[in-house]
């Protein structure tokens, strides 16, 4: 799992800083979560193809998190897509780009398909064989989600010494891979555990921005590799939350500590701050393993 | 008068290149003429101060011309704007912007007023002492105007050396500005022409983006200081100008030459071409004095 960030800025697009999205690697797939105004030159300015992306996650219809939507949808027309396009975001989503492509005359010639989300409990939004997605729902002014990305469990690994060691045939590799009991030369059966290994842990990564400090998402949230959770603000404007309904970097770093994830990633600062090292400087005091994020800046979890 | 590019590039936005969008600064007013995605980072860019934009004139509804308006609205909003903002575009278009807004649950805290436009005739937008707006109606694939600019015919000016030589007392200076005859000392009469100077010659810009080739436009730009003509194809690919409804440099020269404007600024280039300077070459065989708009150049008119 790779997360890229192409803007992690609140509020507006400003010369050198952009409004949220980000590109989650994960498995053979290219996730898209938020599409500011500008993603799609973000996309360009760290060379990410267009043609990967199959699914695009839209937590909220803040300007900030989903302006730059028709005009990617629009940008994939003009480069001639095919294939289908899995739009996730809130009840409206699908009237609002509709129109703006109907205005227009400029219906897409691929299958866009919506997916409008409305229930405030967790929902799984898509699941193959080595991921899932589903809706962390968060506490802000609008309709809003989270996204919980988790792998599956890979399959075991073929231990090629340990088959060497318990003589057993390569004919029987395949199914072995499959979960299989090996047999050696003499017949004796060897269990599928002594002769494969374990695959690396499963990797998850949950995206929470925009919210306020909001406990009910401890339960969905636990034990994540990496959680970004947006910090607005620092404690020193905390009074802005409650109204705003956003978080400082200290309740970022609360929740992170409860959840006990591995890693925090803060984002989704206010932009009237100097400098961002701020934000890690506070919830530094209070959870451990603080990164910052910022525009073009790739995380491996 | 005086037009600044932000972007005049066809489609979508790239990495170093903007979707259309101009301000254009004429007497004591800052008109923002089309506004494709990323127009607000490029006004930041330039320096352009948002409180002067009052009017925005939007010559149709493909993205690359009107995308990056919910975004702009959105953030005059965050930035305290008080004043009217003024819309003048195609019809749909108050319904597509106020349900983005209305989506976010952030609608303006400012006046905001649409001027939908659905005539084929040219009409009267906007008109004060000093400058009128009027539409352009060009042929494109969906409804389109351009938009004339007409500075209107400034006061004659005091000529001081004049008063001095028919000796013209200081107390009727201000009658004869607003155009009263002088009297001398000795009670003769001063026609006011022999007491004041000709103003400048009132100015004239024609924006004409998109648009095939389309001769009855002639009447309209007649003569104009300035016709800024899109120019999407070379004429090697004017085979495209028909099914898109663009025009070729060449095309825009003859528009310009027929229309006997004084320059001819090209624009909205396709880009599938290395150097926009083939576009002025080509220009060049038709018209004589062509300049290639690019994103960040200013033209004074």
Redo the contacts between chains.
Sequence with gaps: MKVTILGCYS?????FTNPTSQVLEVRNHLFLIDCG??T??QL??YKIKFSRIKHIFIS????DHF??L??LI??FR?LGRESELHIYG?K??K??VT??LK????WTNYPLIFHELESKDTELLFEDDSVSVSTIPLDH??YTNGFLFKEKPAPRKLDVKATTKHNIDRSQFNNIKNGANGKTANGVEVANQKLTLDPPNPKSYAFCSDTAYNETILPLIENVDVLYHESTFLESESRLCQKTKHATAKQAAQIAHKAQVGNLILGHYSTRYKSIDLFKEEALEVFPRVALADDGKSFDI
Tied chains: 1, 2.
């Design positions: 509020a507006t697009p400003r010369t105004e500008g799609q030159v360009r300015k909220h219809l803040h300007g302006f730059g028709p005009g629009s940008t003009l809130p409206g989503i009237e609002a129109l703006f205005l227009g005359d400029s002014r609008v």
